[in-house]
């Protein structure tokens, strides 16, 4: 199974800065990469697709980068909503593997 | 809208059958879609638990592979999950889901429903 290793796993960062999150994959899976947001006592919600595509309704302060084994989400000017556990998924082989999660929390 | 809904018993015994249901509404389950179950221990991480096309194309996580089975019932709209011969290791909260469509990742959620193994 590709593993998915996310750093950091936790992080505390004030509301107006910019917030990267990495992912890096044991083996080259391109550009089959899902992020994830999941906000407290809810349900993930995905946020990237494809590494870099933004789904949509998903605000412009989020993106990601990366192909191959690196991968990275971005929050550009981070918000009180923000406040969550993001995720990393692969999808270039079964079984589909996720990151440990990053907990985002607000200074 | 497309909206996902799992159900079924939130506390099951050792040695026995977890068996979940995912009401899906919105859309019919027979559109062309992959949809999945993934599970989160709590306080843990993801771990995706298989997937199911209406056809009967399944794909299962081999490490839970010898005891899932993943079925759709497309007269009800709906898919079911059992997990037989469960330990307090499959508590967790289960959340059924719907592959987008760019490849297997997962563009809608149902809201989770916890399973809890003890006695």
């Known amino acids: 199974a590709i593993r998915m290793t996310q750093s950091p796993s936790s992080l505390s960062a004030s509301i107006g800065d910019r917030v990267t999150i990495t992912c890096r994959a044991s083996q080259d899976i391109y550009n089959y990469v899902a992020w994830y947001q999941q906000q407290p006592g809810k349900a993930p919600k995905i946020l990237i697709f494809?590494?870099?595509a933004l789904q949509s309704g998903v605000p412009g302060r989020f993106s990601g980068s990366g192909s191959g084994t690196d991968f990275s989400l971005t929050i550009s000017d981070l918000q009180t909503e923000d406040l969550a556990t993001y995720h990393c998924q692969q999808y270039h082989s079964y079984p589909l593997t996720f990151g440990g999660g990053t907990k985002v929390e607000i200074k | 809208q497309v909206q996902l809904q799992e159900s079924g018993p939130g506390l099951v015994k050792p040695s026995e059958t977890l068996s979940l249901t995912c009401n899906v509404s919105?859309?019919?389950?027979?559109?062309?879609?992959?949809w999945g179950w993934i599970r989160q221990p709590p306080g843990k991480g993801l771990e995706w638990i298989g997937s199911i096309h209406h056809s009967g194309s399944t794909f299962y996580n081999p490490s839970l592979e010898s005891r899932v089975s993943i079925s759709v019932d497309t007269s009800k709209n709906q898919m079911s999950l059992k997990l037989k011969s469960v330990t307090a290791a499959d508590t967790a909260i289960h959340y059924c889901a719907r592959r987008g469509d760019f490849g297997d990742s997962f563009d809608r959620w149902g809201q989770g429903v916890l399973v809890t193994v003890s006695s």
């Open positions: 494809a590494a870099s």
């Open positions: 919105g859309i019919s389950i027979t559109s062309g879609y992959y």
